[in-house]
RNA sequence: GGGCUCGUGGCGCAGUUUGGUUUAGCGCGCCUGCCUGUCACGCAGGAGGUCGCGGGUUCAAGUCCCGUCGGGCCCGCCA
């Protein structure tokens, strides 16, 4: 038959009468010292199991769910309603919120005898004297049950066996106690009987001990309680979902994506949104708290074809000419320090039209920070203090400050990236200098072409198969290394074809350097720099994940310094900025500008955390002089100068403040705390990797009539969406 | 621009190597009925698939070939 809730309800009006929609509570908030109270709750279906007399639901919203309970004997309409209910129908309920009963009655134990000094240590032992169950430190956790006593629940509860993992809670000292069985989410309830404490003191011989199967859910928060519904509003009913909203399913990127309203309803999509909204507002607060202005730039702005793709908007006054969208508000932060804001930062939209990666969405989010009168340490300083802010408010991850910092170059030829995930070793070793004089071709020849040859020591490595290094063989092409050479180390000595080519010493000498052990693997790469460095720097990173010797709780911050200011391009016979157009250069070096501008430091530094660069920033060119010497660099005419930078040079000469800046990126750090290793699963709506967003559509085709508006002619065909 | 990989009921997957014994199977979900203590409820019964799309090879295509659309990872790109 066909899945058609809606029919069901419209011969009901009562179900569409409007109930007060009040709550008095979120569906995790209800706790056991609750009970007694009545309470309305409103949410979503999570599941819903019928027994025919009683119904029970668990009632959903973002802080969590509630068992609720339909009984024919509390509410018969609410009960019948209540069998028609599905998953996902959005319910308006009230009753009475209730400690949850205990269930059957498992077993007894005459002659039971309760012992306490205080209340946190006690004992139930048995007529003999022989301790049932006991506990004796503050931990719930510390409980020791008697041999005998487990053989009694064995007896009863067939299905289950009781594990190690116990926990106990004290209901009512010396009356009743819960016991809850960790490992196989179970719960008792042990009792003494209450007819003879009455008239007894707790102490005291002869009290009959009544043990229960438990009713509590100890995975809910709320699962000491329930609510008995009085009274049932279905506010809406709902299709089935395309896929169940829980945590751990998994369900391809698009479906995901096309049903974006069910997809966030799970609880780690709920936390993730709830983390950005906390780092969002720690930010704010601190940057508010430290003299800082929060101020909108523009959107729509002027193209500036440097770095990254712009994404374009047409104008409709000016045929031909197009709006940017910023890839970041560089511009006008830096304007803003011109016009004396001193200290700006900007919750910003940033948009790059080139293409993505896990970490990397065609817009995203950064907190865009300026101030005046600034340096390296300054800015560094006001950064530390904001991370601090973020991960400890936000995501309850205690930081150290300040963070250490690392030279551009000693990071390229330790990690072989600017970048580097410093949670574990496997650092890259410089081996030119021996291997010169090996008969190893492969070496030589990479050295005498002004190569590089370096290696790793990989632990445990030994023990790699043949197709295993064939593998990484092929990893490391994927970065243009032509191959892998590596040697074993073992407690013989070295194993690997390529050992008769080497003098003695020098393989000892690399064995030296890289820390490589007995059992392990060393492997070199010989090649062009930049190739070394990719092939090495993502071999070390790839093999650290296959082998598990990353610690997922570290986070560790790096600030990356000393960059030179120019890279050169060997193709178009140029410099380039390593950076960005406007990034100073050191007091020292700046007079290289003229002479030798590869030497030029840049006061840029990026922050880097477990492998990701989280914030990028630079002290700015606040000279008109200055600035001119690196255009002259870049050979950026005059001309070219005056129609893209022309606002901005004039800026420069009507007393521009020294100024510096960061932009750490949000969607990255909401990643990191997170511990996620998607961009998308940080953002609410995020874009495919095609840059499609299949709950929108966007882009889509526009109509003929928009296109001649703005004078717009298109060349390709107009595909429709496919799917 | 390029490489790798995936696409089979609502979801997740098996089947694709070696084309035909497959009436395309499994788990979850869904539907109907029963059930008063479940919480991955249970029990009984049931529905649901142009194997992404187009073309080709063949007596015969989920399976082989070409193209195309979509998802993912990566190289290039990302000042």
């Not at 038959?1 to 509570?25: C, D």
């Not at 169940?244 to 994506?257: H, L, N, Q, S, W």
């Not at 045929?319 to 004396?340: E, T």
């Not at 030994?462 to 032509?482: M, N, P």
Request: with cysteine.
């Amino acid at each position: 038959m066909s899945q058609e809730p809606y029919s069901k309800f419209s011969a009901h009006p009562g179900n569409l009468g409007h109930p007060s929609l009040k709550r008095t509570h979120y569906c995790g908030a209800l706790r056991l010292t609750d009970a007694g109270a009545s309470a309305q709750l409103n949410g979503w279906v999570q599941r819903r199991r019928d027994h025919g007399g009683v119904i029970f639901v668990d009632l959903r919203d973002r802080t969590g769910m509630t068992q609720i309970v339909f009984d024919a004997q509390i509410d018969a309409t609410a009960h019948e309603r209540a069998s028609a209910v599905r998953s996902e129908f959005v319910l308006n309920v009230s009753g009475t919120v209730r400690e949850r009963e205990p269930g059957e009655h498992l077993f007894q134990l005459e002659e039971a005898r309760y012992e306490s000094t205080n209340l946190l240590a006690w004992s139930v032992r048995s007529s003999d004297g022989e301790v049932l169950f006991q506990s004796d430190t503050r931990e719930e956790e510390d409980v020791t049950l008697s041999a005998e006593f487990r053989a009694r629940f064995a007896e009863v509860d067939k299905k289950y066996t009781l594990s190690d993992e116990l926990k106990v809670a004290v209901r009512e000292p010396g009356m009743r106690w819960l016991l809850t069985d960790v490992e196989n989410n179970r719960t008792y309830e042990i009792h003494l009987a209450a007819s003879r404490l009455e008239t007894a003191p707790a102490d005291e011989k002869g009290l009959v001990l009544n043990v229960y199967q438990g009713t509590v859910n100890p995975e809910l928060t709320t699962g000491e309680i329930e609510l008995a519904v009085d009274s049932l509003n279905i506010l809406n009913p709902a299709k089935t979902p395309p896929f169940p909203v829980e945590d751990d399913v998994e369900v391809a990127e698009d479906i995901r994506m096309q049903y974006r309203f069910i997809d966030l309803r799970r609880p780690t999509m709920q936390q993730t949104l709830a983390m950005r909204h906390k780092a969002a507002l720690a930010a704010r607060n601190y940057m508010n708290e430290n003299g800082f202005l929060e101020i909108e730039t523009p959107i729509l702005m002027n193209s500036t074809p440097e770095g990254a793709r712009d994404v374009l908007v047409p104008s409709r006054h000016y045929p031909g000419r197009f709006y940017a969208l910023p890839q970041s508000p560089q511009q006008f932060k830096q304007i803003l320090m011109m016009s004396g804001v001193d200290r700006y930062f900007q919750i910003a939209r940033c948009f790059r039209d080139e293409d993505t990666r896990s970490d990397r969405q065609l817009e995203f989010t950064q907190l865009d920070i300026e101030m005046s009168f600034a340096g390296v340490d300054d800015v560094l300083e006001v950064t530390e203090g904001l991370m601090k802010r973020i991960f400890e408010e936000a995501g309850s991850i205690p930081i150290e400050i300040p963070f250490q910092r690392l030279p551009y170059h000693e990071s390229m030829a330790r990690f072989g990236t600017d970048k580097p995930d410093t949670r574990f070793g496997m650092e890259l070793t410089e081996l030119g200098d021996i291997m010169a004089d090996s008969d190893f071709q492969v070496f030589t020849r990479a050295l005498a072409s002004g190569g590089q040859v370096k290696a790793i020591a990989v632990p445990g490595g030994a023990d790699f198969s043949r197709k295993d290094i064939d593998e990484l063989t092929k990893f490391v092409g994927i970065y243009r290394a032509k191959g892998l050479a590596w040697v074993k180390v073992t407690t013989d000595g070295f194993s690997s074809g390529i050992v008769k080519f080497f003098k003695p010493g020098q393989l000892e000498t690399a064995q030296a350097r890289t820390g490589a052990q007995p059992g392990d693997i060393m492997f070199f790469v010989a090649d062009r720099a930049n190739v070394v460095a990719d092939a090495l720097g993502n071999l070390r990173t790839h093999l650290a994940r296959k082998l598990n010797l990353i610690d997922e709780t570290r986070y560790n911050f790096l600030w990356i310094v000393d960059y030179p200011l120019f890279e050169w391009n060997a193709e178009e016979h140029r410099y380039e900025p390593f950076h960005h157009l406007f990034t100073g250069a050191t007091d020292e070096t700046v007079g290289l500008l003229d002479t030798d501008p590869g030497k030029v430091q840049s006061q840029h530094y990026d922050l880097v955390c477990n492998g990701y660069e989280i914030c990028s920033g630079s002290v700015r060119i606040h000279r008109w002089d200055i600035q001119q010497k690196v255009f002259d660099v870049l050979q950026i005419s005059p001309e070219d100068v005056k129609s893209r930078f022309g606002y901005f040079i004039d800026a420069l000469e009507y007393g521009t403040p020294p100024h510096a800046g960061i932009a750490p990126g949000l969607d990255r750090i909401v990643m990191l705390m997170r511990n996620e290793e998607n961009i998308r699963e940080v953002i609410a709506f995020p874009k495919s990797q095609q840059g499609l967003c299949p709950l929108t559509h966007a882009p889509s085709v526009v109509t003929e009539e928009q296109l001649a508006e703005l004078s717009i002619h298109v060349d390709a065909p107009a595909s429709a969406d496919a799917s």
